[in-house]
């Protein structure tokens, strides 16, 4: 009865989807817990190269069931795209092997278009928001007007409360933000189709969870975004809607603590973020371009050029003290190859005041006074892709990797030194 919760520890885009992908093999049950279609998830295998928004990584694997559970907001169009996708890719996407949680809220049109009302409106003080609608479907959520993937069991019904959503955000739309209103009635039928084409998919998902344990199966969680866009815990406001943390999976999927087994923080070698918001240890620099671009490092979901910079070890011990870690999972280590110096923050410094966490509940006014203290490292030139244990590695390389599990507490326990699904180094 094993719980292994896979979670984020920067500003999300870590490779998270390559690390569940690795873990699915051994996995009965692969669930989603939180975020939505703004996230994406990237597995390379077998030759092909899958770009996952809302379908867990473990749909790889014939013998995995996969959970969208109930913190995961859906949008029905983007579902069943991704769907089809993986269906002429030859893979099992039946309601067998593919369970929509009847607690997930459903994301319309309309709130895509208040996201990009609301954004608009801000202009230069814009959160950056991939404008998918996440944002208003949780706000929706939380004021509990929003619509339940489960009201999709009666397609009729449920295109007259799509309809009802639509005229309701069509009066915030054209009073507030001057915009023009979205048709209700053709939406309402097009909704009418995804209900049926995913009601065969619904289901109870904090049973589906619950009976997984009770009868000694292993389930993987899988979260969307990073620790510091979480909601709470994130450098706020510059967050996402949902609970990114470690958390946010007991509550996304609905079960308890007393199941968790392991608790893993993924984290790149180096650290990016898409988006606007604080990032101390951002390069705007050559080197800066050149992690971007060694790196592959645009946006799964909207293409967007990632901002690079150091790694940042304070992040790290946050990340690692939130979400109660139990191991580190290091992922594009392949990516600084050829850089002759590397460094890292280690600290942040103020006025003469040092302290070894990220300080991300101070607000984004004292946040900007503080200044991180590196370390530095000489890099190595060898290629590293190859590599199959730790000792493979060049000695500049693991001491690189022996200094972060010094100043984390925590033991790295994948590496990964490439793209492909076998280019990694697991010693667990």
């Known amino acids: 009865m094993a719980a292994i919760i896979v979670v984020g520890a920067q500003w999300g885009d870590e490779g998270k989807g390559r690390v569940v992908d690795r873990l699915a093999a051994q996995a009965d049950l692969v669930a989603r817990y939180n975020g939505g279609d703004n996230a994406g998830h990237t597995v390379v295998a077998e030759g092909h190269t899958l770009r996952l928004h809302l379908v867990p990584s473990g749909i ?50 309309s709130h895509q278009a208040l996201d990009g ?13 991939t404008r998918r609608g996440i944002g208003p479907v949780y706000a929706d959520k939380a004021a509990r007007v929003g619509i339940r993937a489960g009201a999709m069991a009666d397609p009729e019904a449920f295109a007259r409360s799509v309809r009802h959503a639509i005229e309701t955000h069509n009066d915030l739309l054209t009073s507030i933000y001057s915009q023009p209103p979205l048709d209700a009635q053709a939406i309402a039928a097009e909704f009418h189709e995804y209900a049926r084409r995913l009601a065969p998919h619904l289901t109870d998902g904090s049973a589906l969870v619950g009976e997984a344990l009770a009868t000694g199966r292993t389930v993987l969680c899988e979260g969307a975004q990073g620790t510091l866009l979480d909601l709470d815990h994130g450098t706020y406001p510059f967050v996402t809607s949902s609970s990114p943390v470690a958390g946010g999976a007991l509550t996304g999927l609905g079960f308890g603590p007393a199941y968790v087994e392991r608790v893993i923080g993924v984290a ?60 580190l999972a290091l992922t594009k280590l392949d990516v600084l190859s050829g850089l ?43 290629d590293i892709r190859d590599a199959h244990r730790r000792s493979d590695l060049p000695t500049a390389a693991q001491a690189y990797v022996t200094r972060i599990e010094e100043q984390i507490g925590l033991p790295v326990t994948f590496i990964g030194v490439g793209p492909e699904r076998e280019q990694a180094i697991v010693s667990q």
């Open 60 to 109: 790889l694997y014939p013998h995995v069931t996969c959970l969208i559970g109930a913190g995961v907001v859906v949008n029905p169009a983007r579902l069943v795209q991704e769907m089809d996708a993986l269906a002429e890719l030859g893979l099992d996407i039946g309601p067998r092997r593919l369970k929509l949680s009847a607690a997930a809220h459903i994301i319309l049109p």
């Open 117 to 129: 009302a609301r954004e608009a409106a801000r202009g230069q003080a814009a959160l950056g928001t």
């Open 268 to 327: 790149k070698a180096y650290t990016t973020r898409v988006g606007a918001g604080p990032f101390p240890t951002e390069l705007t620099d050559a080197v800066g371009q050149r992690l971007r671009e060694a790196g592959g490092e645009y946006g799964t979901t909207t293409g967007r050029p990632r901002r690079c910079g150091w790694l940042d070890l304070p992040i790290l011990r946050y990340a690692a003290r939130v979400n109660g870690l139990t191991e």
């Open 340 to 382: 002759e110096v590397l460094k890292a923050a280690v600290a942040y410094e103020r006025n003469g005041e040092r302290t070894q966490y990220f300080p991300a509940e101070l607000g984004m006014e004292a946040l900007a006074l503080w200044r991180p203290v590196y370390e530095q490292w000489p890099g190595w030139a060898e």
